[in-house]
Protein backbone atom coordinates (compact mmCIF):
# COMPACT_ATOMS: atom_id res chain seq x y z
CA UNK A 1 0.00 0.00 0.00
CA UNK A 2 2.71 2.12 0.69
CA UNK A 3 3.51 2.29 -3.02
CA UNK A 4 -0.16 4.05 -3.79
CA UNK A 5 -2.13 6.70 -2.23
CA UNK A 6 -5.41 5.75 -0.54
CA UNK A 7 -9.03 7.48 -2.05
CA UNK A 8 -10.43 9.84 0.21
CA UNK A 9 -13.01 7.67 1.38
CA UNK A 10 -10.68 5.09 2.60
CA UNK A 11 -8.53 7.70 4.43
CA UNK A 12 -11.35 9.17 6.11
CA UNK A 13 -13.07 5.82 7.21
CA UNK A 14 -9.09 4.92 8.86
CA UNK A 15 -8.61 8.50 10.16
CA UNK A 16 -12.39 7.90 12.08
CA UNK A 17 -11.27 4.35 13.42
CA UNK A 18 -7.48 5.54 14.58
CA UNK A 19 -8.16 6.42 17.75
CA UNK A 20 -11.44 4.07 18.71
CA UNK A 21 -13.70 1.15 16.82
CA UNK A 22 -17.18 2.36 15.70
CA UNK A 23 -19.84 1.02 13.59
CA UNK A 24 -21.10 2.43 10.23
CA UNK A 25 -23.40 5.03 11.74
CA UNK A 26 -20.82 6.21 13.67
CA UNK A 27 -18.14 6.44 11.09
CA UNK A 28 -20.03 8.12 9.18
CA UNK A 29 -20.85 11.18 11.88
CA UNK A 30 -16.74 11.15 12.48
CA UNK A 31 -16.15 11.70 8.50
CA UNK A 32 -18.98 14.35 8.69
CA UNK A 33 -16.63 15.87 12.29
CA UNK A 34 -13.10 15.02 10.79
CA UNK A 35 -14.47 17.14 7.56
CA UNK A 36 -15.77 19.56 9.73
CA UNK A 37 -19.44 18.78 7.69
CA UNK A 38 -18.13 19.23 3.81
CA UNK A 39 -18.44 15.47 3.57
CA UNK A 40 -21.57 13.81 3.88
CA UNK A 41 -20.39 10.03 2.97
CA UNK A 42 -22.99 8.19 1.49
CA UNK A 43 -24.10 4.38 3.13
CA UNK A 44 -23.32 2.64 -0.39
CA UNK A 45 -19.49 4.44 -0.13
CA UNK A 46 -19.02 3.38 3.38
CA UNK A 47 -19.41 -0.04 3.03
CA UNK A 48 -18.05 -0.15 -0.14
CA UNK A 49 -14.84 1.26 1.49
CA UNK A 50 -15.23 -0.81 4.47
CA UNK A 51 -15.21 -4.12 2.48
CA UNK A 52 -12.31 -2.90 0.95
CA UNK A 53 -10.32 -2.24 3.61
CA UNK A 54 -11.36 -5.49 5.76
CA UNK A 55 -10.71 -7.23 1.92
CA UNK A 56 -7.11 -5.45 2.10
CA UNK A 57 -6.48 -6.17 5.84
CA UNK A 58 -6.23 -2.47 7.13
CA UNK A 59 -9.80 -3.14 9.20
CA UNK A 60 -11.24 -5.87 11.01
CA UNK A 61 -14.58 -6.07 12.87
CA UNK A 62 -13.75 -5.22 16.43
CA UNK A 63 -17.31 -7.19 17.62
CA UNK A 64 -20.38 -7.71 16.94
CA UNK A 65 -24.14 -7.43 18.30
CA UNK A 66 -27.54 -7.56 17.56
CA UNK A 67 -29.25 -4.09 17.85
CA UNK A 68 -32.87 -4.24 17.59
CA UNK A 69 -33.02 -7.37 15.58
CA UNK A 70 -30.17 -6.24 12.78
CA UNK A 71 -26.63 -7.61 13.32
CA UNK A 72 -24.24 -4.05 14.16
CA UNK A 73 -20.66 -4.53 13.31
CA UNK A 74 -17.85 -2.41 15.02
CA UNK A 75 -14.40 -2.14 13.33
CA UNK A 76 -11.00 -1.33 13.99
CA UNK A 77 -7.83 -0.74 12.68
CA UNK A 78 -5.43 -3.32 12.11
CA UNK A 79 -1.71 -2.75 12.50
CA UNK A 80 -1.32 -2.64 9.12
CA UNK A 81 -3.70 -0.08 8.77
CA UNK A 82 -2.50 2.13 11.63
CA UNK A 83 0.99 1.64 9.20
CA UNK A 84 -0.83 2.95 6.04
CA UNK A 85 -2.77 5.63 7.37
CA UNK A 86 0.70 7.21 9.26
CA UNK A 87 2.12 6.60 5.51
CA UNK A 88 -0.63 8.08 4.02
CA UNK A 89 -0.62 11.37 6.65
CA UNK A 90 3.34 11.91 5.68
CA UNK A 91 2.80 11.63 1.99
CA UNK A 92 -0.22 14.25 2.42
CA UNK A 93 2.20 16.51 4.59
CA UNK A 94 4.97 16.34 2.18
CA UNK A 95 2.77 17.49 -0.29
CA UNK A 96 1.51 20.32 1.45
CA UNK A 97 4.90 21.36 2.43
CA UNK A 98 5.81 21.38 -1.03
CA UNK A 99 2.64 23.88 -1.84
CA UNK A 100 3.44 26.02 0.41
CA UNK A 101 6.95 26.75 -0.67
CA UNK A 102 5.56 26.93 -4.01
CA UNK A 103 2.94 29.39 -2.81
CA UNK A 104 5.42 31.40 -0.43
CA UNK A 105 7.88 31.83 -3.79
CA UNK A 106 5.27 33.13 -5.37
CA UNK A 107 4.87 36.40 -3.42
CA UNK A 108 8.26 37.53 -4.25
CA UNK A 109 8.52 39.70 -6.88
CA UNK A 110 9.87 38.31 -9.75
CA UNK A 111 12.22 39.85 -12.01
CA UNK A 112 11.01 41.60 -15.01
CA UNK A 113 12.50 40.20 -18.48
CA UNK A 114 13.50 42.58 -20.49
CA UNK A 115 13.92 42.47 -24.02
CA UNK A 116 15.27 44.40 -26.70
CA UNK A 117 12.80 42.67 -29.35
CA UNK A 118 11.39 45.41 -32.19
CA UNK A 119 14.84 47.40 -32.11
CA UNK A 120 17.47 47.18 -34.74
Do not use: C
Not at 46 to 74: K, P, W
Request: proline share 3%; no cysteine.
Amino acid sequence: MADRQLQEPARLVLTALADEPRHGYAILQEVLAITEGRTKMLTGTLYTALDRLLHQGLIRIAHEEVVGGRLRRSFTLTEQGRHTLTEETQRLRAGVAEAERRLALGTAPRPTLRTNWGTA
